[in-house]
Nanobody, 127 residues
């Protein structure tokens, strides 16, 4: 069982930066694929970024590539999302997610692959 708690959301002007954190409890963090998803009002939840258990491989949605960086600290059991050059369209509730499954890289963007979710943190970017 993994419990996830996000923090770091808030209100920022367009062009600004925020860093989200996701603190995980449980012994399985270091063997879990971790990801960030987001959901804007009236829209489906969408993939943002993911990182493999060792941190060796990272994956990003095209909309955030070059602006966001996902990372993890397996000693602190924490995942991070550094968000730079924020845009109004980045406004959403951001969720961290964890998966203990073995799945294809092509499935890493699918929310169905993730079994554990945080409660979400609001990010609002004013234009």
């Amino acid at each position: 069982q993994v419990q996830l708690i996000e923090s770091g959301g808030g209100l920022v002007q367009a062009g600004g930066s925020l860093r989200l954190s996701c603190a995980a409890s449980g012994r399985t963090f270091s063997t879990s694929t971790m990801a960030w998803f987001r959901q804007a009002p009236g829209k489906e939840r969408e993939f943002v970024a993911a990182i493999t258990y060792s941190g060796t491989n990272t994956y990003y949605a095209d909309s955030v590539k070059g602006r966001f960086t996902i990372s993890r600290d397996n000693v602190k059991n924490t995942e991070y999302l550094q968000m730079n050059t924020l845009k109004a369209e980045d406004t959403a509730v951001y969720y961290c997610a964890a998966s203990q499954r073995l799945f294809r890289v092509s499935d890493i963007q699918s929310s169905r692959q993730y079994d554990y979710w945080g409660q979400g943190t609001q990010v609002t970017v004013s234009s």
